[in-house]
């Protein structure tokens, strides 16, 4: 449903308990949704695997311009 949405600009996915699995469906989504702008995932367990495939879809998503991945498990490294 992300994938094809037009009024959805804002999501807020804090402490939803979303894991790997759960964040690499997200950046998925991320290469085909074309309003999202704000995608807060802050306090998620999604680790480095899923972060650094969230780094590739952006590079084919030109709308979002924040994504909080405050204590999510991520290394500074991982989304270089």
């Known amino acids: 449903a992300l994938q094809v949405n037009t009024t959805l600009q804002n ?3 804090e402490l939803n308990q979303i894991t ?9 989504v991320l290469q085909q949704n074309s309003t999202l702008a ?9 680790g480095d695997t899923a ?11 030109s709308t979002l311009t924040s994504l909080n991945l405050y ?10």
Do not use: C, D, P, Y
């Not at 704000?38 to 999604?46: F, G, Q, W």
């Open 71 to 80: 204590k999510t498990g991520v290394e500074s490294a991982a989304v270089n």
């Open 51 to 61: 972060a650094q495939m969230l780094a590739s879809a952006l590079r084919h998503n």
């Open 38 to 46: 704000t995608l807060n995932l802050r306090k998620n367990r999604i």
């Open 20 to 28: 790997e699995r759960g964040g690499q469906a997200l950046a998925g």
């Open 11 to 13: 999501l807020q996915l």
